[in-house]
């Protein structure tokens, strides 16, 4: 039995041992995420005095970023932090260094920026998918796992605030490549205070077989069946969220409004989102987090819908703080969802998916929504911002069925006496139980040997996920 709570709150998930140091040392790191890219542009726009070859070579960085992340996490799941986290800190620090180096210089060739932004970008440590990772290693039930995803969730939402504000206050002193320095010292000081907590030893490398059989968590088909739901989510919240930001501006523009006027409806929808992401890690939920996906979705979706019938600011400014409050809930969610039907080996790959699912689709909704806005009234384009919501809302959600099953019954006989040589097929079971039992037992005690094993009883333990 669990020791915890009933009804957990947030100072209890940071008084687990280790948590609290291991999460202040993660935020540390990707407040560079959060620094970097204001930096880079104003020093690419001063360096080659070109707006068109800073957007192009921005376009690079992100891209690289965020197409390989799921590759970046794999060698995370395959090595364990500590030996695929900080190399990649280390070397994406080293290039940040090379380009502040060199957007000092002006005249730098774009394709020497081009190039090294772009490994830059591919050398991108997955922090937040490695912190979501050892909250649900670390945490002995989802109920506390809950609360710390959405503690996790609001605080990205706050460094990506802040972010752009401490290097405002950088570029007042110092030139805009300062910033670059800042953004490399920032990942490599919090990237090796992480992977030395020891906490991040919970990620460890999924053992290989000598046998030949596959590793824990190899069932591709599987996985991605099951991330199917959480991952075209993540996506679809990304692309109505993206199309917020344009469609203020133009809302702003047709009424001849300041841009005044577009900072506090961004910031009302951030600051929705913190508060929604506070109330739903605060909520002893009793249905399963498949369940309320759709829900949270939807209501982000009628909230956008309903901001194009704003006939002013102040319904404008509410219609988008009401949308906010689904933004962290549906996320926080997905990755909910994502990390109770990820294998061992494939733990911090399911959250990177989710990761890379949100910032593809914020991209593309930027994209598409500036070609509509030009061409159709703007509540009907906040309209279809919300339908894609609404249609990611209606993705089915499905339940991974693994083979753990039949590794607890292997491992149920073996505490039987056995009145017979085993067949062929009994001996592989219990061969897989060895290999894959130990690892899972190197979490914690009460979590069970299958995702759907955890959530039904985390469920009959409490009511959340």
Request: hydrophobic residues 50%.
């Amino acid at each position: 039995m669990s020791t915890h709570p009933v009804r957990p709150s947030y100072a209890a998930v940071l008084r687990v041992p280790h948590a609290c140091r291991t999460f202040v040392a993660a935020l540390v790191g990707r407040l560079s995420y959060g620094t970097v890219s204001l930096a880079l542009m104003l020093s690419l726009t001063r360096s080659t005095g070109s707006y068109a070859v800073a957007g192009t070579v921005m376009a690079l960085f992100g891209a690289t970023g965020v197409l390989l992340s799921p590759y970046r996490a794999a060698l995370v799941d395959r090595h364990g932090p500590r030996r695929a986290l900080l190399p990649m800190a280390l070397l994406y620090a080293a290039l940040l260094c090379v380009l502040a180096a060199a957007c000092r210089r002006p005249g730098t060739p774009a394709s020497l920026l081009a190039v090294t932004v772009a490994c830059a970008g591919a050398c991108t440590p997955p922090l937040g998918p490695a912190m979501r990772a050892v909250w649900a290693g670390m945490l002995p039930d989802r109920a506390m796992v809950q609360r710390a995803y959405s503690l996790d969730g609001v605080a990205e939402e706050l460094l990506f605030v802040s972010g752009p504000l401490l290097v405002g206050l950088v570029i007042g002193v110092a030139p805009p490549a300062a910033g670059i320095l800042l953004s490399a010292l920032l990942v490599a000081v919090g990237t090796l205070a992480f992977v030395t907590s020891p906490a991040a030893g919970l990620l460890r490398p999924v053992e290989r077989p000598k046998d030949g059989a596959p590793a824990a968590g190899r069932d591709r088909t599987g996985q991605w069946r099951s991330l199917r739901q959480p991952v075209l989510v993540a996506a679809g919240v990304g692309v109505s969220v993206s199309a917020v930001d344009l469609l203020v501006v133009a809302f702003a523009g047709q009424r001849g409004l300041g841009g005044g006027t577009v900072a506090w409806t961004l910031a009302a929808l951030s600051a929705g989102s913190a508060v929604g992401g506070l109330l739903n890690g605060a909520v002893d939920w009793k249905s399963s987090a498949r369940a309320r996906l759709p829900f949270l979705t939807a209501g982000l979706g009628l909230c956008l819908a309903a901001a194009g019938l704003a006939p002013g600011v102040g319904t404008l400014v509410a219609a988008v703080a009401c949308a906010g409050l689904f933004v962290a809930p549906a996320l926080t969610t997905a990755y909910l969802i994502a990390d109770e039907g990820a294998a061992p080996g494939f733990r911090t790959r399911a959250g990177a998916w989710c990761n890379t699912a949100v910032n593809a689709g914020m991209s593309a909704g930027a994209g598409a929504v500036g070609l509509l806005v030009e061409r159709l009234p703007l509540p009907v384009c906040f309209a279809v911002s919300g339908a894609v919501a609404v249609a990611a809302a209606l993705v089915p959600g499905r339940r991974r069925v693994r083979s753990a099953g039949a590794a607890g019954a292997a491992a149920q006989s073996l505490s039987e006496p056995v009145s017979s040589e085993p067949s062929s097929s009994e001996r592989e079971s219990c061969e897989r139980s060895a290999v894959t039992l130990p690892v899972l037992g190197s979490t914690r005690q009460s979590r069970s040997s299958s995702p759907e094993e955890r959530v039904s009883t985390s469920q009959a333990t409490s009511p959340s996920p």
